[in-house]
Structures are given as structure tokens and as C-alpha cells.
């Protein structure tokens, strides 16, 4: 039985390390995490700022999508956190992590899970690049 940690919506960094941390049990034998990382360019062009921003139900989302992933694979846990707000270049936007008692279904259940997050998650990217344009990018 799988069971998710964590799965919200922040307006605070975070860091791989901080859902790293909450699957961690001594019967795995894998952990994989990923962060999603804010870029310095977007489509050939250099962003100078971006600021997310999330539906009232980003949250219940969110716990929805984690738990759907933990009962298609059979991992031990998973944790998974948005962020919201204004973020700097090089600042976490999505991190998650999945332990398992094998490394090819934690793989594919973190893979999974930020696919589906990617797909699902009720939140916006407002983008503004250096030349002084911008623009909004559904992330669901």
C-alpha cells in the first residue's frame, strides 16, 4: 500500500531535499526525485521573471493526481509540492519524489506523477521576458 506524504500547494521555496525527506523508509530501495527548475529562457527568448498562480482547488488537485499515481504503481510513498508566487531564476517550481522498494517503479511513478501534474494542475505561468513582452501559459 502506497501512501502520499505530501501533496500541496506552496507559496514558500522548497527544495528536492524537503520531499527527499518525506519518503524516505527503511524498506526501499529506490528514492527518485525531481525538481523543475525555473529557466533563464523560454522559446528562444531570455525570461527575466515569472510568477505562478494557482486556482482556489490547485491543492485538491494536486492530492488527487498523487494519489491516483501511488495506486497505479507500487511505491511506498510519494510527496509532491507546487509552487505559487513570484520565482526567480533558478528557483524550484515543482518538486516531487517517489520511494519504492525498486528503482524501475520508482522511476516510472515520478515520471508519472509530474506528467500528470504537468497535465492536470489548475496553474498559470505568467512569463515576462527581457525584451519587455510577456505571456500566460496554462500549465494543465
Known sequence: MSDV???DVVDAPMTVRDV???VADAGAGAVVTFSGDVRD???????ARLEYEGHPTAATVLAQVAQAVAERHEVIAIAVMHRVGPLAIGDA???A?????HRKEAFAACADLVDEVKHQLP???HQVFTDGTDEWVNCA
Open 5 to 7: 506524504r505530501r501533496a
Open 97 to 101: 519524489a517517489v520511494s519504492a522498494v
Open 93 to 95: 517550481a515543482l518538486v
Open 20 to 22: 527527499a525527506s518525506l
Open 123 to 125: 496553474v498559470w505561468k
Open 41 to 47: 529562457h523560454d522559446g528562444g527568448r531570455s525570461v
